[in-house]
Nanobody, 123 residues
Framework: QVQLVESGGGLVQAGGSLRLSCAASGRTFAWYAMGWFRQAPGKEREFVAAINWSGDTTYYVDSVKGRFTISRDNARNTVYLQMNNLKPEDTAVYFC????????????????WGQGTQVTVSS
């Protein structure tokens, strides 16, 4: 069983930056992909970014390409999401999740959701 704890959310003006962190425990972190998701009020959960086990392959949803960067530190069992040039439409609760595979795979291959961290971008 994996435990995930997100942090780093907050209130920021449009154009600003935030760095989210997700600390993982409970299994061998370095063996599996990790992902970031978000859910805005009244909307379905969205698969935002993912990184494979070694960190050399990443995925981004089109709306965040060029603005968000996912990375991982396997020595610290932590995955990060650097968010730059934030927009009001990025406002959501952000969750990290653990992959069941080494590769990025699909949204359905992630589990073990953390409690989430709120990101609010004001215009």
């Amino acid at each position: 069983q994996v435990q995930l704890v997100e942090s780093g959310g907050g209130l920021v003006q449009a154009g600003g930056s935030l760095r989210l962190s997700c600390a993982a425990s409970g299994r061998t972190f370095a063996w599996y992909a990790m992902g970031w998701f978000r859910q805005a009020p009244g909307k379905e959960r969205e698969f935002v970014a993912a990184i494979n086990w070694s960190g050399d392959t990443t995925y981004y949803v089109d709306s965040v390409k060029g603005r968000f960067t996912i990375s991982r530190d396997n020595a610290r069992n932590t995955v990060y999401l650097q968010m730059n040039n934030l927009k009001p439409e990025d406002t959501a609760v952000y969750f990290c999740a653990a992959g069941r595979k080494r590769s990025i795979a699909t949204m359905d291959d992630y589990y073990g959701w953390g409690q989430g961290t709120q990101v609010t971008v004001s215009s």
